[in-house]
């Protein structure tokens, strides 16, 4: 393959190639192309992130560091000595409420990882080691925006290696009460996710679309975290939302959204769960070929339905290539045109 001079730092030298090659690709699919190409990927430099922790309401910093392909999502305390690494994967999962936690934050754990893992999974970051100078993630502006802002701007870099897929094989399902939640198999990764409040302002709202990192960027990604004011007092005696504000979250007090700005979308909030379903399922480890339907879910569901997928052996399997790595770039292209068609999301 002959790179052209044309790299820039938000696009890889591959997609580089593929879109001289095919420019149409670039221009029906440009975010599908990433997940075509089966190889691991990280990112091509390190980038620090400064904020607050929601619920500590304390200063929170990380640094995204490349890392070599094999290596995972990996999560490093660097204000404990000797803090063994923290993978980031369902089975290190101590608490969904409110939340995801990795671990024992008192100890050696982190918590609030979704909105970070939701932007590495979605922009198809495969091998990353997250320095974080405390016990949970900064918050940002509630969404995965600036995690997206910040892996554009050093870019994403393509490694030797080939990218496995976690394959679902069989339907498994989690139901509790009224709530419900599905892996299937499915020739993709897709979301379908409906939330079902009973208030006016959100009411029953569904987001469901294909996953690709163009979807992520553009439909997901700056959907924030909302909350009802009247549980905000509860949440504080618990020692949660500490850090919360109209400038991390969108907060609702009698049917009202508070943030002067109103919504970013009117289904924002379906959007955000979309958002934070897509962070919790890469905790598998893997990225996932399969549909997730969720209805009335949440961290906890997401994290019931990774536990019940790997308690059956023959319900998924580990996928080095999927079956459209065998058709050309440019029947790539169609399928990402497809994706995108408009009865989509
Ligand atoms: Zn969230």
Redesign the pocket.
Known sequence: MVLTKTQSLTVCDVCVHISNEFPDARLKGRGRMTNHIDRQTTLADQVTLTGIGVHSGKPASITLLPADAGTGIVFQRTDKDDAAEIPALWNRVTQTSL?TVLGDPSENGMS?V??LM?ALAGMGIDNLIIEVDGPEMPIMD??SAAFVDAIDQVGVKHLDRGRRYLKVKKPVRVDNGSAWCELKPYDGTRFEITIDFDTPLIGRQTFASDLTPQVFREELCRA??FGYVKDVEQLWKMGFALGSSLENSVAIAEDKVLNPEGTRWQDEFAR??A??AV?DLSLAGLPILGLYRSYKGG?KMNNAILAKLFEDKSAYEIVEAPAFREVGHAENAGLAAAAFGPDVS
């Open positions: 939340q609030t979704e909105h939701a509630g969404s924030r975290t955000h769960k958002l934070d962070g961290h």
